[in-house]
């Protein structure tokens, strides 16, 4: 089985972390794949940031079309997600969605600690758009600046852990989700060192998309997840052309 | 005041549409300046092909930086419009978000007719994204494939004004909006014809984007409309470059 | 065009303000006259004067039937606003929806800053019924007894520009809405003094209640909108009779 | 125990209706007076007739201050109660919210059978603003002109029954609330006829304020239920400045 | 009229708060039984402990089969409530549903009061099953371990105090119920020194008990809470096993 | 790694159709166990059935205390799953949330087939717990009776793809859940007659286990999944007794 991870950052030191979390999360037989997208941000804060990153996406998937039987969109809020399970015949993952996948699964009251108080919006609005509201206690975050996405999980070790432990105590969490591409990884650093779950986007999205494979659940011909309907397009560069084509061919 | 309209889709037909009833709505003094989508698709029906529309939209609000007073971006579902709010100094309107202002000022339960059935899903999340999903009692579309994208209120006449009768009679609703930038300028034929109001989005658009700039609210230099914060990009088109560039000053 | 502004309590002093505050922000061609509730309470913070404001706002509606192209029920918690649609042929505006209305164009998240601590169960359950609680991170107010209803916004200025900083730094609003009559322009004193849009009711009253005229979307004449329904009535005062009774030609 | 049941219509058969049910059901203990509006319309169907309506039953209130133990607003929708319940020293039930007890206590998923289709988004907001909407799975209704409102019971009495079974059938009610006060009593009629219970808004009205009397759970003395706060009133009809007053006293 | 309270804990101590408070509340013709389970725990505060609770709750009420009028489930939580309605052909109120109930009718906005930290999440997730969230405002609770549960109303009695008032002034609640069956009749002695309405369980569901005794709505013989379907069963206690025949009988 | 599935029913069939799809979906190196509850009901369908079937699951757990690294409640409703996962010191899986799991990775708008009428109350109301209501547009099922629980999707074969198919094309499904444990496997042979993805409970159920067990994302100590406080019980079956034992000795 053939996984690739994309990063649609410009981040090849985050791209990295996500490639090392994705190997040693994945089965002996999965084949695992990292990704970096060629333009866009150091990394995705905002609502204008995730829909650059999400055209990255959408190219790299369709630079790499034919190479993977599942898809990982390797940033939290998921860019491009969604619109890639229309166009793409296997699944497609995103890391908020697979986290929160595997959060559900370990208890009800679910929060996230996050690199940036910018961030928190967004990915509100991303827990929102999956229906869970209701699930998340709250969403906390680092508040310095980051010098250096690349060694976040180091640099702020001890504010991340205060703040995982405040979403326990004061927030009623059950399970804490560290999000953001950055802290790939640091789920397996601080286990036992919290008094609850706590959830890797990577891990989870690497291991959800290998039990979506095997679960061969049959694709999507009709409904709101089937490939766009033939229409006339033009200008498009050409890996986004064939996701349409390719799409096209299986209505 | 100068509102440009973008229609983020490659069809000049519907950029007529949209320019004409943008020109009959608005205000004397002001500018009305209508662009399209130098690549993308006929029409939007999906998330892939909201992504594509997103990404045209911020190109063109680049490209035409500095010539606005307001933004319209000229499509339901609002491709880019949250991403474009972010980096532009000025207000910026999609034509869902614009129709459902005017509609929640007209009445309580409010129902959508759209242009294909495909369309429908992509439409609710948008209603729910803005939390408005209590106040939609129904989205009703037509079903038959549409030849002409641009003569589509003229081919489709009947069955748009049989769906939207059904919205009153078996959905409860008290408003009808009209969605799609190709039904520009409906509304305005069919006054008199329906039992309840129904709303255009271009033209509720236009008038919300007269009104913003007028209101003068004051612009947005912290929280999750800010501009996004100071990092490094790389091989961006100019016209989003400069975007976040412009961005970057007013922080 | 003539839009009627109704003040539903007896303060003259606040009439005074919603008064010149329309005439700053209305069109050139644009007529405005704004009354005063001949009976009622100083002003409205609860239920049981709310439901006073809603008679006399509805009276003073029927005594003026036939001088007004729109109606704006000048308060906030709109007494009686959703009867008096139900019974006009024109478009009639509430203080808190026009403010929604613009705020919801403006940002995701909307706070509220009131006058008094015990007017936020009122507005809260103002936003909720019309089904915006989502969008709402909070109400804040004063907490001090307000001496001269007419000049709060001079005694009080401090306390509500503080009030209105904490909705952004601690609530994470995108947009602040300055609620309350008694606020009436204030939002334009404090243009540029908060991070973030700022929004007043009257000015949004009465440039929506302008569009509402201009879109012409078309009278209810079935649904929950619609007249009500022909029956006997007695006792009434004149002017309540009135809207009944050509609430019943119009069916 | 004296409980006041006021009809805020001008219908005295509908009054009569109440005061039989509220006979029957009342504890030997307890005295049962029922007044009729002296203004206002036959019955209530819409927002503005239930401004009407509140303010009648206010007027009432007040006129009878004094002399009750409790108050019951004998009106689907409950016009006025929430703002009597501020000024009153007592409990004040409607028979919205009191029916709407009672089926919460007999199962999970609740129907309403109305008299008027046009009467169904006024109940529906109703049962929203109690924050109950979770719990209503439907609202059917007779879909004819009423000729005489005081004999809907037995005019009507098989829609009405086909109505119910339909909730229950295809709707998946597990209680039926009959709603108007025009039904008061039907339930009764009805007992054994229904696959499930079936709840009259009277006679639970009048347990529940029994009940509250005998609970004696203790005053509101501040929050959102408290008296208004004490300000200038003018002009207004003696029993509504007399509720005031008193209210202003208990502060 | 017979009532029977099961107190599904092994409390005797918990039973004889129960007893005294159900007979000062009950009306002069009712009959008060209250039964203390055979196994189970002290008191519950989490969900596995509830199920230990429901199964005890089930079989105390097959093994008074025929004894009661209407059943109490009596403690918070409600544990085996739901299920019991579906097997018996009368009347079963639980606490927590009944204390919403009165609270429902006191006010808006609702707080609770409990015994422990650790029943927090339990007693919300209570709340969220009958569809009462929006109402809640909070729950506080005692934060220091228990000694004696038959007299932590004695021993904590300032911190509760503390705790409810808290809810007023900060949390906004218009009630307080006081949570746990160990809280019996603390309502009655805190009468007149809290600001709002206090809510007692026990009284609540006597009393609510025998109103739906009165009401004689009527029995479920479809819909989800009829008796469950007849098929195979194996290796139930007679208690158990009675009841369910019992429901098939009335099929 | 050893899973436990534990049938809460009576049924030794079911029990087959669970172990034989357990097996085929499991790692190779997974050891799969599936027993069956020596008491209880033939299949679960209701809520007083699902307490008894909580209580037998509760027990084997307890029984096999120490078999198993992962245990799934194979039955759908997850009867006993929450509160298993409090006493226990390993992931605990329902079929339901499983289920949930696996489609909302799948899709957005979920829909249920079930096999009969009456388990649909129960299964919406299990939706519900945890959040998903949103998610879920319809649950459908079969009308008939079930002959034979062990056979019933060869029997029915028929009328349950024609329900898939409706929640397809009428409710707009992108995802279907086969829910009921006597469905185990039914995914598999309908891979491909669908136009959308079918989710197995059992498969999904065992895949998510593995995943858990995988990711170690840590045990709870503190929080609403932690072990219940130590406290007095007494009478309980000796498998009930370790569970809490054993609990109590991880605080």
């Known amino acids: 089985m053939r996984i690739l991870l994309i990063n649609p950052n410009i981040s090849q030191s985050v791209s990295d972390l996500i490639d090392t979390e994705a190997k040693l999360t994945a089965s002996a037989e999965t084949q695992i794949q990292t990704v970096t997208a060629p333009f866009g941000v150091a990394y995705i804060e905002t609502r204008f940031e995730a ?6 996406a959408a190219q790299l998937a369709g630079d790499h079309a034919g190479e993977y039987d599942a898809l990982v969109v390797a940033a939290f809020g998921d ?38 108080r910018r961030i928190k919006a967004w990915y509100a609005e991303t827990v929102a758009s999956y229906g869970l509201t209701e699930r998340l206690v709250s969403i906390r975050s680092l508040e310095e600046p980051l010098p250096n996405i690349g060694s976040v999980q180091q640099d702020k070790a001890a504010s991340l852990l205060t703040a995982a432990n405040l979403c326990v105590s ?70 986004i052309a064939t996701l349409l084509a390719n799409g096209h061919q299986r209505l």
């Open 51 to 56: 829909m650059i990153g999400a055209y990255a």
């Open 79 to 116: 860019p491009g997600m969604e619109g890639l399970k229309e166009v793409l015949p296997c699944p497609v993952v995103g890391l908020t969605q697979a986290a929160l996948a595997s959060a559900c699964l370990l208890g009800n009251k679910i929060s996230i600690v996050a690199i940036s």
């Open 170 to 239: 004061d927030d009623g969490a059950d399970v804490i989700i560290l999000a953001g591409a950055p802290l790939a990884g640091l789920a397996r650093s601080l286990a036992g060192q919290l008094p609850v779950p706590v959830v890797d986007g990577v891990s989870s999205a690497v291991r959800h998309a290998e039990t979506l494979v095997r679960l061969n659940a049959g694709q999507t011909r009709t409904g709101s997840f089937a490939p766009p309907p033939l229409k006339p397009n033009a200008g498009l560069p050409q890996s």
